[in-house]
């Protein structure tokens, strides 16, 4: 092990972040994997940032296809965390409802989905940075984002936020750039 390493990764586990799953169409059906290493990138267009590992399945299939969906899983997604990241690729959409959006496959039941198109693609160490211009987003407002932090899986407390306080009907809101 690599003391440098162990540390740098105990000092990021105390920085939450979303749990996501990056998909892609692929020739023989969907790919997908976890990945935390997602950012908003510029509203002027809007745009996101996403790491993967550059010798993933997923990594070489956005680059081939030059799209991909980002998917925030709810904290009724926490088993998806698991599948998309140790599954054989061939497995991790088996059983797992989904559509699609704009050509890119859009997990039912996130907490919200942007489908970008790849703008540019770079190589930086063992992971490929994507550069992605939004081409739709969205996001359902009665559904709880899950976070990992810690090593472990949460969700954000509700401060301030009185129960049924929300007035609206369960929706899906979102915007196609």
Do not use: K
Not at 70 to 87: G, H, K
Request: charged share 20%; hydrophobic share 40%.
């Amino acid at each position: 092990m690599n003391p440098e390493a162990d540390a740098f990764r105990a000092t990021m586990a105390h920085m939450p972040t979303c749990v996501t799953v990056v998909t892609a169409s692929a020739r023989h059906g969907p790919v997908g994997c976890t990945a935390s290493a997602v950012l908003s990138l510029s509203l002027h267009p809007p745009g996101l940032l996403v790491s993967l590992s550059a010798s993933g399945r997923t990594a070489r299939e956005i680059r081939r296809v030059g799209a991909f969906a980002v998917n925030v899983l709810s904290w009724e997604q926490r088993d998806l965390t698991r599948r998309f990241a140790e599954e054989p690729p061939c497995r991790r959409f088996v059983g797992v409802p989904w559509a699609v959006q704009d050509g890119q496959p859009v997990l039912t039941g996130a907490a919200a989905r942007v489908v970008c198109a790849v703008d540019s693609c770079y190589d930086v160490w063992d992971h490929t940075l994507l550069v992605g211009r939004v081409v739709h987003s969205a996001h359902d407002p009665d559904r709880t984002p899950l976070l990992h932090h810690r090593r472990t899986h949460d969700r954000p407390a509700a401060q301030g936020v009185p129960p049924g306080a929300r007035s609206h009907p369960s929706r899906l809101t979102g915007r196609s750039a």
